[in-house]
C-alpha cells in the first residue's frame, strides 16, 4: 500500500458509514489500487525494455541491487550473500533477490 495516501493512510482501506444499515463498512482504497494498478503496468514496460539488454548486464544489475538491499537492511547480513556465493546456491540467491524485489 502507499504508505502517503492522504485517503486510507496507507492501510488500504478506509472507513465509511452506511446510512441505509447505521454500520460501519470498509471500503478499498481507490487511490492505492490504482497506485498499484500504475505500478505494475510500469514494470511491465519497464520489463519490455529491459528485455532487450544483455544477460550479462542483467545478471550484474540484479546482483548489485540485491548486494545493495542486503546491506542497507539493518536485519540482514552480506555473509548470508557470501555463503551462497562459495557454495554456488543459484535457488537461494534468486530467492533472496525476488525477496527484495517484493519490497
Given at each position: 500500500?502507499?504508505?502517503?495516501?492522504?485517503?486510507?493512510?496507507?492501510?488500504?482501506?478506509?472507513?465509511?458509514?452506511?446510512?441505509?444499515?447505521?454500520?460501519?463498512?470498509?471500503?478499498?482504497?481507490?487511490?492505492?489500487?490504482?497506485?498499484?494498478?500504475?505500478?505494475?503496468?510500469?514494470?511491465?514496460?519497464?520489463?519490455?525494455?529491459?528485455?532487450?539488454?544483455?544477460?550479462?548486464?542483467?545478471?550484474?544489475?540484479?546482483?548489485?541491487?540485491?548486494?545493495?538491499?542486503?546491506?542497507?537492511?539493518?536485519?540482514?547480513?552480506?555473509?548470508?550473500?557470501?555463503?551462497?556465493?562459495?557454495?554456488?546456491?543459484l535457488v537461494?540467491?534468486?530467492?533472496?533477490?525476488?525477496?527484495?524485489?517484493?519490497?
Amino acid at each position: 500500500m502507499n504508505n502517503e495516501c492522504k485517503v486510507c493512510e496507507g492501510a488500504g482501506t478506509y472507513e465509511v458509514i452506511n446510512r441505509r444499515t447505521e454500520a460501519v463498512e470498509y471500503i478499498e482504497c481507490i487511490d492505492c489500487m490504482l497506485d498499484a494498478q500504475f505500478k505494475e503496468h510500469l514494470t511491465i514496460e519497464v520489463s519490455k525494455i529491459i528485455s532487450q539488454a544483455s544477460h550479462e548486464k542483467l545478471a550484474w544489475m540484479l546482483a548489485k541491487l540485491t548486494v545493495n538491499c542486503v546491506d542497507a537492511n539493518k536485519d540482514d547480513d552480506l555473509d548470508r550473500v557470501h555463503n551462497y556465493v562459495k557454495s554456488k546456491d543459484l535457488v537461494s540467491l534468486l530467492n533472496l533477490a525476488d525477496a527484495y524485489t517484493q519490497r
